[in-house]
C-alpha cells in the first residue's frame, strides 16, 4: 500500500505569485508614468521597464506549471519510491538503486536556508523533484527509507 511522501508546497505557489504581480505592478507603474507611451521612455528606464515585464512573464509561467502539479508529488511502498509529475506515468526509483538524496540550496536562497530542488541519485540517473514542502524531512525519510531499512533485511 502506497503512502504519501511528499506534497506541493502552498506557500511556494503563493510567493511566486506575490513577486509576479509586484513585478507587474513596478512595470505597469512605470509604463503609466510615461503615459503608456514606450517610445518616450529614456533607454535606462525602458532597460528597467523590460526586465521587470520579463520576470513578470516568466514567474506567471512558473505559477502556472507549480499549479498543474499534482498535489501528491512522491507516495513510497516497501520496494519503490513513486514520483509524479502532471500528466505523466510516475516514475519508479527502487530503494537499493539509490546512491544518494540530498537537498540543494539556490545561491540566492542560501541567507534564508530554502530548499530549492530534491535530488535522488541512482546508478543510472538522477530525479530533481522540486517544489515540494518539507523538502528536508522527506530527504531523511528517502534516506532512511534507502539505506537504514536496507540494511536491517
Avoid at 502552498?10 to 509586484?22: D, E, F, H, K, N
Avoid at 513585478?23 to 521612455?41: E, P, R, T
Wanted: glycine share 0%; charged share 25%.
Amino acid at each position: 500500500m502506497k503512502k504519501e511522501l511528499a506534497i506541493k508546497s502552498i506557500p511556494q505557489i503563493i510567493r511566486t505569485a506575490l513577486m509576479c504581480v509586484l513585478s507587474q505592478v513596478i512595470a505597469f507603474s512605470l509604463w503609466a508614468y510615461y503615459g503608456y507611451q514606450i517610445m518616450d521612455m529614456p533607454t535606462i528606464i525602458l532597460a528597467i521597464f523590460l526586465v521587470f515585464m520579463s520576470i513578470m512573464i516568466m514567474l506567471f509561467i512558473l505559477v502556472i506549471l507549480m499549479i498543474n502539479n499534482p498535489k501528491v508529488m512522491m507516495e513510497y511502498d516497501q520496494s519503490f519510491i513513486y514520483i509524479y509529475r502532471r500528466k505523466l506515468e510516475p516514475q519508479r526509483v527502487k530503494y537499493d538503486e539509490i546512491v544518494n538524496v540530498k537537498a540543494t540550496i539556490n545561491i540566492w536562497a542560501k541567507p534564508f536556508l530554502i530548499y530549492t530542488a530534491l535530488i535522488i541519485e541512482t546508478k543510472d540517473k538522477d530525479y530533481i523533484i522540486r517544489n515540494i514542502e518539507k523538502m528536508d524531512e522527506v530527504r531523511d525519510m528517502i534516506m532512511h527509507l534507502a539505506f537504514e531499512i536496507d540494511e536491517q533485511k
